[in-house]
């Protein structure tokens, strides 16, 4: 099993990268790592933290694409770019998952063009973390990839949700519940109305209704499925909370877990393969995340089940 | 000036109503008020509370709109409800002002069709109270009354939003900002990318640009504009933090201004009286805040100015 990771994105490339590559590895039965960047600067840290040399290769790139450039053109015109090169790693099986922190549009055009979705799904999808107040983990899906979602790409994110959390949050019957503004069937804007009915006759899910923005964090489901304007807001509020809490100087377990620099990124769903999206601001802990994440999708077969929920 | 208050809707009613209109009537200069409800009932409490007799007049009423009644069908078969009078005394112009906190679906078909939208108006709209960080107030609007907008609809919103920045929370040129999912213009859904122009255009407020999920409450701007289907999850999402936080024994100055139970309810803003839908749990203090609130809206002439802002 083979790991690539972009030593070269996220606000504190490449020495955190590092740190938490060098973590990785010291955990039990860890794969073999592929590091795309800058070779003597990766050469360098990595023997100042010591990262044993038989667990990890470099694959050098000498350009990076920056967090503002635009993903297509970049990935076009940086061929030798860590982002570019990782894709390239993924497509022709060199490695089994590819994970950046860096720019999140080229992650996600690299996805769809570079590994392309799996056979059936329409538009694949960005889910994230969500901190149950009962001690408990969810799953938000579409968090941005889709801002604008017709109801069956909302019935897809569910059957995609509902595996994630099976194989990967390890919830046997996930229930999912469709992130909207009123209690009963019928309520809603047109999409919500729209997709209630085939989340409800969606035989691959535990489909348990509407769940409103106050019990999103009150573990009613396990996946909350939404278009991405929607979860966007609402991952990037939930996001903002742990700085508020900082600031007002309020410490509990509970809100200490929506420090999201702790979680493992973000997977995007329905793609062939593995790829996982860091938030920019990652450090060590967030890549040893990311390593593990990725680690547990190419074990759990995670994307084969995918493939085969939506085989016609 | 007379404010009309239905003493049935809400919770706690009535007892809770007669608790908040004693303290209302305590305030310097309170306007006269015009209670609607079962009179046996009202007497005997108001007497209970020694609320002075000269104050109050109590119009009676026989029927009540429960919380989950069809609203249209409920206003149209319950003549002698609560809210059906209340909307009859402020057409009539018999009060200046309404406020309820029962049904509320019979509570915005009444401000539609009894008292009618401003000419000009496409949508009225109603908002919610934002406490931002640094102590500062915002409004975030819609938040829930209209689940599918137009570019136009939201264009709206800012402006009568402004107003109400301006003449209600004394913010002397109001923030404007878009809810959005990127910073630059141009990101979004369809829907937000539409708005974003027509804002930059309007004349009529001080547009700041996109506001992102995390920097809702960190006072980026002072009049949040969004469609209901978002802003109401926003707003649910917000009003379950005060929970979590009791819960979670955490007690701030900023977090205690999550107890949505201390507003003075939200105005329908966009139609030509001011009408103020509680929320279902208010108690004492909220009823006296929306008593506040409507006498403000009055005196201020809030909606004199709403209608010249939008006369051709």
Known sequence: MNIALDMMGGDFAPEELVKGVRDYLSEKNPAQVSLIGDEPQLKKLLTQYQVPVNAYRIIASTEVIGMQEHPLRALKEKPNSSIAIGFGLLASGKTDAFISAGNTGAMLIGSLYTIKPIEGIQRPTIGTIVPMENGSTGLLLDVGANA?????????????????????????????????????????????????????????????????????????????????????????????????????????????????????????????????????????????????????????????????????
């Open 148 to 312: 604008d979602c017709k109801a069956e790409h909302l019935n897809q994110f569910a059957t995609l949700g509902s595996l994630y959390a099976q194989h990967i949050l390890g919830i046997e019957i996930p229930r999912v519940g469709l992130v909207n503004i009123g209690e009963e069937e019928g309520k809603g804007n047109v999409l919500a109305q729209a997709t209630y009915p085939l989340l409800k006759a969606n035989p691959d899910i535990h489909f348990i209704g509407n769940v409103e923005g106050r019990d999103i964090f009150l573990d009613h489901a396990d996946v909350l499925v939404c278009e991405g304007f929607t979860g966007n807001v609402i991952l990037k509020l939930a996001e903002s909370l742990h700085g508020i809490m900082e600031r007002q100087n309020v410490h509990t377990e509970y809100f200490d877990r929506f420090n999201f620099e702790d979680y493992g990124g973000t997977p995007v769903l329905g793609v062939n393969k593995p790829v996982i999206i860091g938030h920019g601001i990652s450090r060590a802990k967030a890549y040893k995340n990311m390593l593990l994440l990725a680690q547990k999708m190419i074990s759990t077969q995670l994307l084969a089940k995918m493939a085969s929920a939506f085989k016609a």
